[in-house]
């Protein structure tokens, strides 16, 4: 944070200077990382496949700029792209992706809407924490739950075994080919529930997107879960926590930038 990078400078140099200097500084930086910044846009948005997540960023300042923005990351596997916005929209969406073309892993959320179902694939880590939620459940929709926990740890377990060699390339789509049918007949199952509303809207909310869990089958680069993208926010979450909010649109621009450096 600003205090402690005064603290520091204080301690091991005597030097005093005000939260204006250092945010003067950092003005310097952001001038000095806007071409390697604009450069790792560029690179991401030109890969076949790429990971996309966004967190809380808490803002400070005047009335009018106060609250909570969002940080947003675009990821591939050689670099981090990041972006501070006031939304969290479909606009917001868009500004990050840009022209990007290639397949996008997301969990659920409907900000990224706009990109064609053919080139998303949902995160299937975010869909076991459902299905545990549902399983928990009672009656049907925790049967439900269960069941489909049972066949998306299959899923997981068959691309496992794939990646390390263990199964040919047929084996594994004839399998994969079987499990589909299962997670569609058990969610078709779910959404004639009558006692359960709330698994049943689950369960129709998910059939709607069934397309998207198995966009992986089309290319053996798209992962099955978003991690990638999780783990590329989490510095800048530590970093929320002890450093309070930014004040200024210079701030906001230090940490998307920093952080897309010092990540890629």
């Known amino acids: 944070s600003v205090r402690q990078i005064q603290r520091l400078l204080q301690e091991q140099w005597e030097l005093g200077f005000s939260s ?6 950092q003005g310097l930086a952001n001038r000095a990382l806007q071409e390697p910044y604009r450069a790792i846009g560029e690179h991401v948005r030109s890969e076949a496949v790429a ?3 966004e967190t809380r960023h808490p803002r400070g300042g005047d009335r009018e700029h106060a609250g909570t923005w969002w940080l947003w990351a675009l990821v591939s596997c ?6 501070v916005h006031y939304s969290r929209g479909k606009q917001a969406a868009a500004e990050l992706l840009g022209d990007f073309n290639g397949y996008l892993v997301t969990d659920d959320y409907s900000g990224y809407n706009g990109v064609p179902t053919r080139l998303r694939q949902l995160c299937w880590a975010h869909l076991i924490r459902h299905f545990i939620a549902i399983g928990e459940r009672r009656g049907s ?9 049972l066949l998306a740890r ?17 084996r594994y789509h004839r399998r994969m080919c079987r499990l589909r049918k299962s997670v569609r007949a058990t969610l078709e199952r779910g959404t004639r ?7 049943q809207g689950q369960c129709a909310h998910l059939l709607k997107r069934e397309s998207m869990l198995w966009t992986f089958l089309a290319d053996r680069r798209i992962p099955l879960d978003n991690n990638r993208a999780e783990r590329a926010l989490r510095p800048y979450v530590i970093w929320r926590k002890f450093s309070f909010s930014s004040h200024s649109r210079r701030g906001d621009g230090f940490r998307a930038m920093s952080l897309s450096v010092s990540e890629t």
């Open 51 to 53: 990971h996309a997540d």
């Open 154 to 170: 299959l899923v997981i377990r068959t691309r496992h075994r794939v990646d390390d060699d263990r199964l040919d390339e047929a």
């Open 193 to 199: 529930l009558k006692y359960d509303g709330r698994t």
């Open 78 to 83: 050689s670099a981090t792209f990041m972006g």
């Open 141 to 149: 929709g925790g049967e439900i739950g269960r069941r489909l926990l």
């Open 20 to 25: 204006g200097a250092i945010s003067e500084a």
